[in-house]
């Protein structure tokens, strides 16, 4: 499955929900929590899963494969894409006011 912009993926064993904002044609999924997520809410459980925690609002990049996700609902992850754990986008510095 191409990963499209504007895509929902949700956990099959987290209360994870994302959005993904930069795609891809690679057909590789998205893992939560170990887990493949899938645009289907059906089968979804929401039972906690033991992991760190993904936080809403906060975007999650793998800058190798180009892929960015936004956080729309919180849950226990990692989040993972192509065998890598997606890290947490930093803020762009401002620029100096002097």
Known sequence: MALTTGTRLRSQ???????????????????????????????????AADGPAILVGKRYVDEAAGVELLCVKAGAGPLEYAGRELTLKSAKPLPSSD
Do not use: F, H, K, Y
């Open 13 to 47: 064993n987290s209360t994870v929900e994302v959005v993904v904002i930069r795609g891809t044609d690679d057909s590789s999924p998205v893992l939560c929590a170990g887990t493949a997520m899938s645009e289907d809410a059906a089968g979804t459980d929401g039972a």
